[in-house]
């Protein structure tokens, strides 16, 4: 077990009216002459030895299926996280695709079912409760204000999308209900049209906007196509989803010159909130890009565990080495996730203090004939012969064509003057990295590779969650 310290990282000031029970993992100061306290965030640094994590583990032992399995042969007497075996995610919803009670640890009679958002690939089903989901929003609604990312009296655009038991909207709008300061909330979604969206955006004055990249990207193009002015009451703009590159930033800046752009949080349906960036950037003109598109983040206290584990398993404990991400929540009793791989990578900026860099997910590719094409590789490729960013403009749609199979490059870029020239490049590259890209193109059962260049519009996303469709299979 380690000892550490806290190490402070933001404070702000709240009225007296929210109670301690709003503010669980905060330091608390009156002040009398204001009838405010003043708050200041703490990250606490790692400690995956505590009583709270072995409670857990044996609660979920006793009561899931699953982990009962899963850690039949691990002494009674646990010492923390890294005496336990990692949790198998096939096996896991292998197990909870035949029966949820595999992987409950009671009956479901209390709380929501929610979907994954499904970008890349099939939605997996999670349970979680009404208690669980309360304080999941308390948590990441308390982070985001002790961050400085909202700040007393915003009036927030929430255009995450509604419907489907997709769990974005939801999640995001207990986060907002249950932040610790007065703001003004805008459930719009994503179903509003983006001309309503920018009227209420002006009626409202909205300083926020929080939604998925893809649908704040759709929303900055109308807005510079329509000819109006830029919106200029928004001071933040926090996305999420994916990633963010420069170019769909420099996008969104002319639709909205006074924001800062943040992400809104590193989470997953399967494992919930476990991180935000510690504190916001306070002014634009002191903002870049690297904020964005390069964020450090720190695990939120009270939230998650998070480790970053070697393909062999062994924790990663040293700063700038990529690893897995594991994570355990400290939230989740119904449907427990310990030790459980997110499928993206990270590496850490300071382990103790849990800081990391996300790197992407891990393991995403196009599977045509018998090629795996890694789609971090893919967006580097295209990126590197079509000198610009592709990430949030890219969608890989495969089709059969008789019994040839078809990669199509959809971007919602400009059309290059030689679209022979980069054909030649990418497939020079690709032959260079896939011997089976090269013996299924020489034996003609893959086509040469195409592209369609089409506006922001012209690429499909998933209406359930709003993001962006990467990978579109239209063979089946």
């Known amino acids: 077990m380690t000892s550490v310290s806290p190490k402070l990282i933001h404070s702000v000031e709240i009225p007296r009216t ?10 608390q100061s009156h002040k009398a002459t204001t009838g405010h306290y003043r708050v200041s965030y703490f990250i606490m640094v790692k400690n995956i030895d505590t009583q709270e994590v072995r409670d857990l583990i044996n609660y979920a032992r006793e009561n899931a299926p699953y982990y009962r399995d899963l850690y039949q042969h691990v002494s009674a007497e646990i010492s923390g996280l890294d005496v336990l075996p990692a949790t198998d995610a096939d096996e896991y919803w292998r197990l909870a695709l035949q029966n949820t009670a595999n992987v409950l640890t009671a009956p479901f009679n209390d709380g929501t079912p929610i979907l994954s958002g499904g970008s890349t690939n099939k939605p997996k089903m999670c349970f979680i409760t009404r208690q669980e989901l309360a304080t999941s929003g308390r948590i990441m609604g308390t982070a985001w204000v002790k ?15 509604f419907g489907g038991m997709y769990g974005g909207y939801q999640y995001v709008n207990t986060a907002i209900e249950q932040a610790p300061v007065p703001i003004v909330h805008l459930p719009l979604s994503s179903a509003c049209p983006f001309d309503q969206v920018q ?3 002006e009626a409202f004055q909205a300083t926020v906007i929080l939604a998925p990249v893809f649908h704040i990207t759709r929303l900055a193009s109308q807005i510079v196509k329509s000819g109006k002015p830029p919106t200029r009451s928004i001071r933040l703009v926090l996305f999420s989803g994916e990633s963010l590159s420069a170019a ?8 909205f010159p006074s924001a800062v752009i943040h992400p809104s949080m590193y989470a997953s349906i399967d494992s919930g909130g476990l991180a935000i960036i510690p504190q916001a950037c306070a002014s634009v003109d002191e903002w870049h890009i690297g904020l964005a598109a390069d964020p450090v983040y720190g695990v939120v206290p009270g939230s998650s565990v998070m480790e970053l584990l070697d393909d062999g398993g062994a924790i990663i404990d040293k ?3 990529p690893g897995n991400i594991f994570v355990t929540s400290l939230v989740r009793r ?3 996730t310990i030790r459980y791989p997110v499928g993206d990578m990270a590496t850490w900026v300071d ?6 860099r996300f790197m992407g997910r891990g393991s995403v590719a196009v599977k045509i004939v018998s090629s795996w094409l890694d789609l971090a590789m893919l967006k580097k490729m295209l990126g590197e012969v079509l000198s610009t960013e592709v990430s949030g403009r890219l969608q890989c749609v495969i089709r059969h064509e008789g019994l040839v199979s078809v990669l199509v490059f959809r971007l919602a870029l400009p059309q290059p003057i030689s679209e022979d020239l980069v054909r030649e490049q990418l497939e020079t590259r690709l032959r260079g990295v896939s011997p089976s890209w090269e013996k299924s193109r020489d034996a003609g059962r893959i086509a040469p590779l ?13 209406e359930k969650s709003g993001k962006l469709k990467e990978v579109l299979d239209e063979r089946v």
Do not use: H, M
């Open 334 to 336: 119904l449907q427990p």
């Open 351 to 356: 382990y103790d203090a849990s800081t990391f």
């Open 450 to 462: 195409r592209f369609e260049w089409v506006d922001i519009s012209g690429l499909v996303f998933l």
């Open 18 to 27: 929210f109670t301690r029970t709003c503010l669980p993992f905060c330091k």
């Open 147 to 161: 961050s400085g990312l909202l700040v007393a009296a915003d009036r927030i655009a929430n255009l995450y999308s």
């Open 199 to 201: 009227l209420e955006i």
């Open 319 to 321: 700063p700038g080495v």
């Open 248 to 255: 769909v930033a420099a996008a969104w800046k002319e639709a």
